[in-house]
């Protein structure tokens, strides 16, 4: 039998009524994960005892009506995120053997609720790639077509849900990392504002961008697990104390006020652009005209600076963050060291992968005495200004839309040779992470080949209700938009 459902509330309403069980929905993703896993390689551990038997315990729980808000739903996590007395590896090598010994945040709040956790998911090492082809795990292979990238690096985490292996994932998103692999899997994925969810127990990449998002195939599943998932703990200082409203009601609603809508011009006439996505850019954009909204073009002044920006921060943030990996205290330890120095070299140059290496080295270069005031400082100022420049057009606009990526995704191997393309492929995502505003990937659509493309909407910071109740509007309004 097939338990091909698209939200929680489907399920829900199956357990409910005993059509299903929370068991036999864990033993149907289980046997999608044995039949689809080989070829796409979404997930890097599964746990099929552990999940039969809480399934098990949830069904109890329902039948005894203390279930959770979460009872039916089936998650997956990213291999970033620590869930206690599992394994845990970042894709990464140098953490071989690697135990968690707690559980982040955002996982213990949806276990709180029920959840079932079925298995950890293939990134990129250390969340560091657009495409899940850096990863000590292999490559993950887009379920639309197994030729191509599933975007990264929540790859993984996208491929599971769009391949229906479970029902939702929890992914991070750095500079777009759980937004660009949504719209490469034709899902909603969500990156919240900047301290909105706790990064206790979330590796960390860059902590001043990194931010835990789920990956749905519904707004509504999006806006409960971030719910769950936000306010703040006694662990991250930098998690936000402001109280989380009502997402899952927001999205209930069924009447949105006209809004001043912003899109991005060089989002919708640059021919640089794939010209599907372009197309359907400019035909959303339409309907939200002949829906009575206010929709403006605007011209970023600072776009071409956003991205050597992030990439700046972000690879002098990582240097900082895996100095720890070191092969001392765990993970990888290189053999038979003839003193302390060949044991930190060693273990570091045979654990970490290329693109690692790569942007440790970036790092540590930008921070390097004689270039700190030279790269470091102009990108913190530059930051500061794309902020402000931000802060002023949201001022005016309650939202901006652009498109998620600049193509669909494109063939294994494309761009691996050339980092600058594959660079570019973030260039629509790095903005809200540069300046901690919240942002959503939407479905838009297919291209010619079949291949999902994805929109995305700004909003403002901590006004997450505003902007799933405006991307679910979209989603439930418009008709599907399809080239193929």
């Known amino acids: 039998m097939s338990y091909h459902y698209t939200s929680l509330s489907e399920i829900q309403t199956d357990l409910r009524s005993g059509a299903v069980s929370c068991r036999e929905l864990v033993a149907y993703y289980l046997k999608n994960i044995e039949e689809k896993n080989p070829v796409l390689n979404a997930f890097v551990a599964v746990y099929d005892q552990e999940a039969t038997q809480r399934a098990e315990e949830i069904d109890q729980k329902i039948a005894a009506g203390t279930a959770g808000r979460l009872a039916g739903m089936v998650l997956g996590i990213k291999d970033v995120l620590c869930y206690q007395n599992h394994g845990l590896q970042a894709g990464s090598a140098i953490l071989n053997g690697f135990v968690s010994q707690f559980t982040a945040t955002a996982v213990q709040r949806v276990l709180a609720e029920d959840a079932i956790i079925i298995g950890r998911q293939n990134c990129d090492e250390f969340a560091m790639g657009s495409s899940n082809e850096s990863c000590a795990f292999g490559v993950v292979r887009n379920a639309a077509d197994t030729s ?223 270039y700190y005031d030279a790269y470091y400082t102009k990108a913190q100022k530059v930051r500061r200004l794309v902020k402000n420049q931000t802060d002023e057009l949201f001022k005016k606009y309650d939202f901006l839309i652009m498109p998620t990526t600049p193509t669909t995704a494109f063939p294994i191997g494309d761009k691996t040779e050339d980092p600058l393309q594959m660079y570019l492929a973030d260039i629509f995502t790095v903005q809200a992470n540069v300046i901690g505003y919240p942002a959503i990937s939407i479905p838009a659509g297919t291209d010619a080949q079949g291949l999902p493309m994805g929109l995305q909407v700004l909003g403002k910071p901590f006004g997450e209700a505003d902007l799933l109740a405006f991307s679910k509007y979209i989603v439930a309004k418009e008709p599907a938009n399809s080239l193929a």
């Open 148 to 370: 191509r990238v599933p975007g990264g690096s929540s790859g993984g985490s996208a491929v599971a849900v769009q391949a229906d292996m479970c029902l939702a994932s929890l992914g991070s998103d750095t500079g777009g990392s759980v937004r660009q692999p949504a719209a490469f899997c034709g899902l909603v994925g969500l990156k919240p504002t900047y301290g909105r969810v706790s990064r206790w127990g979330l590796i960390a990449y860059g902590s001043s961008f990194d931010c835990v998002g789920p990956i749905t195939k519904s707004v509504d599943d999006a806006a409960l697990l971030l719910e769950i998932m936000a306010g703040a703990d006694d662990f991250d200082s930098t998690v936000s104390q402001l109280p989380v409203p009502s997402f899952t009601q927001a999205v209930a609603e069924t009447t949105v006020q006209k809004h001043k809508v912003a899109y991005l011009r060089e989002g919708v006439e640059s021919e640089a652009l794939q010209p599907e996505i372009r197309q359907a850019m400019q035909a959303k954009l339409d309907w939200l005209r002949e829906q009575g909204h206010e929709v403006e073009p605007i011209d970023f002044a600072l776009l071409s600076y956003i991205l050597p920006t992030y990439y700046i921060l972000t690879t002098a943030e990582a240097s900082s963050n895996l100095s720890r990996f070191d092969g001392v205290r765990y993970g990888h330890r290189t053999a038979n060291p003839v003193d302390l120095m060949e044991l930190y070299k060693k273990s570091r140059s045979e654990g970490f992968g290329k693109e690692v290496k790569k942007r440790i080295m970036l790092g540590t270069f930008v921070l390097s005495a004689s």
